[in-house]
């Protein structure tokens, strides 16, 4: 969070204006910023992450099926199965857990209209062959990049692949607006048209071309997303300087491994995925959590379940049929990483995670 001062002074203004909502000045001047980090101006800014890709699955008319990932968070899938779609879960890939490219082919139908990628824990997707795949089939390709904001890859912004992307601004995203989000597009023309969706399909004061719903930011949220967006660039370097020294500490460990970032990317740190193989580390995935919680240590299970185990899905999918994402579910476990996190906290939580491993041999 910035400092209250520093948040008083960029809502202060509003007490004059008393334009609160509906695309005010500060709405405006943050997607300008914006514009800047995501290389685009085609942006349509949003109340949430996930109302923005509800919103881009509108925009698109898409219908049938969408092949997917089941290691995400509950948004991705249910924006799909909320908007009538149904989703078809590919595999992911065993180095960096993003889509398995190779999975995709065999699912695409006749009814299949759009492949739905998550740059998971900021990991960019193999976002060339998908890309690939999505033109030799003429499918649309639309990426949840909710962690990979301020990522980029030779120089390219993470809001550059595919025909949309959505992020979130979240409070526990690496850049937030309290609550927020965000479509970028890449045809211009339809920004206009996020923005009907998300304004009641309010083209004009006697006009309502279509049944949107309600999704607007408004001017206290994007009051602190530009403050919050002063501080990014510290932001990020203070939390690479934790994920070094988790580096330091767990690379080569047996039985831990971290995925690595690639050749050219510049990435945001937005969380510490460890995998850790019980076989060769001496301890499972449960194990550790717990060892971790009694030293006073946060843990999170992200993501565990996969979605095609909720609940909610009941009897929809079958978990075995992507065994990577399966099995990875069950060996990962995200570590604490914040930007005031301390050198010395990560060695306590290293400490902690590899005497887990050492207890049980
Ligand atoms: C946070 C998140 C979302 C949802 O964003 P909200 O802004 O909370 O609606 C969607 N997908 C992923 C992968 C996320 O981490």
Not at 21 to 32: P, T, V
Not at 44 to 72: C, D, K, Q, R
Not at 201 to 215: L, R
Not at 284 to 294: C, G, I, S, T
Request: glycine letters at 8%; aromatic letters at 10%.
């Amino acid at each position: 969070m910035p400092s209250f001062e520093e948040f008083v002074a960029e809502i202060r203004p509003l007490w004059d204006t008393r334009w609160l909502s509906n695309r005010g000045a500060l709405h405006r001047r943050l997607e300008s910023e914006l514009g800047t980090r995501f290389q685009t101006s085609n942006i349509a800014l949003f109340s949430n992450g996930h109302l923005a890709l509800e919103a881009i699955i509108e925009a698109f008319e898409l219908t049938g099926e969408v092949i997917t990932t089941p290691f995400t968070f509950a948004s991705t899938s249910h924006a799909l199965v909320r908007k009538g779609l149904t989703p078809v879960f590919a595999d992911i890939r065993e180095e960096d857990f993003t889509l398995d490219p190779a999975s995709i082919e065999a699912l695409i139908t006749p009814r299949t209209t759009a492949i739905l990628p998550v740059h998971v824990y900021g990991n960019l997707c193999d976002v060339d062959e998908i890309q690939r795949i999505a033109d030799q089939h003429g499918l649309k390709v639309i990426y949840d990049a909710a962690h990979s904001f301020g990522v980029t890859r030779n120089g390219r912004s993470s809001a550059m692949f595919g025909d949309a992307s959505m992020f979130s601004f979240h409070a526990t995203k690496v850049f937030h607006t309290i609550e927020g989000g965000a479509a970028v597009v890449k045809d211009p023309q339809l920004v206009e048209r996020l923005y009907e969706l998300q304004n009641f399909g309010i083209t004009g004061p006697e006009s309502i071309s279509t049944v949107g719903g309600n999704a607007k930011l408004n001017e206290l949220a994007a009051a602190m997303g530009l403050c919050n967006l002063r501080m990014l660039d510290d932001e990020i370097a203070r939390r690479k300087t934790a994920y070094d020294t988790y580096r330091d500490r767990l690379d080569g460990v047996a039985g831990l491994y971290i995925p690595s970032i690639g050749e050219g990317v510049v990435h945001n740190y937005p969380y510490l995925p460890v995998q850790i193989n019980p076989k060769r580390f001496g301890a499972n995935r449960d194990e550790v959590f717990a060892a971790l919680a009694v030293n006073g240590v946060g843990a999170r299970k992200y993501f565990a379940p996969l979605v095609s185990e909720f609940d909610a899905y009941e009897g929809r999918f079958d978990p075995a049929d992507t065994p990577i994402a399966l099995r990875i579910s069950r060996e990962i476990l995200a570590l604490p990483l914040y930007a005031n996190l301390s050198v010395e906290d990560v060695n306590y939580i290293c400490d902690a995670l590899l005497a887990a491993g050492v207890r049980q041999q």
